[in-house]
């Protein structure tokens, strides 16, 4: 069985950094493309931010400049390098990964972190 499991989430002030990690874990054969999604209160989810297993990023315009996505595929693990943090980057944070397991190719998501920007 295939587990996503995001940690790394908390309460900072406005201007602060946080690191967030995704580690997947089972039988994967491969991983492909990995994500982060968010999620704030009574608005829909967002892509945050992508990385292809080549290392290619793309970015929402709201993280441009200050969030870098990571990766790491030795350890089936993907960041979100978080800095200069606003009150409205707070909401859930999810990672995704689309990937070849023993069960086949399914797209597989975590249980989310929160992340809580405020002074």
């Known amino acids: 069985q295939v587990q996503l499991v995001e940690s790394g989430g908390g309460l900072v002030q406005p201007g602060g950094s946080l690191r967030l990690s995704c580690a997947a874990s089972g039988r994967i054969f491969r991983i492909n493309n990995m994500g982060w999604h968010r999620q704030a209160p009574g608005k829909e989810r967002e892509l945050v931010a992508t990385i292809t297993s080549g290392g290619s990023t793309d970015y929402a315009d709201s993280a441009k400049g200050r969030f870098t996505i990571s990766r790491d595929n030795a350890k089936n693990t993907v960041y979100l390098q978080m800095n200069s943090l606003k009150p409205e980057d707070t909401a859930v944070y999810c990672c995704?990964?689309?990937?070849?397991?023993?069960?086949?190719?399914?797209?597989?998501w975590g249980q989310g972190t929160q992340v809580t920007v405020s002074s």
């Open positions: 995704n990964a689309d990937l070849v397991s023993l069960g086949g190719f399914s797209d597989y």
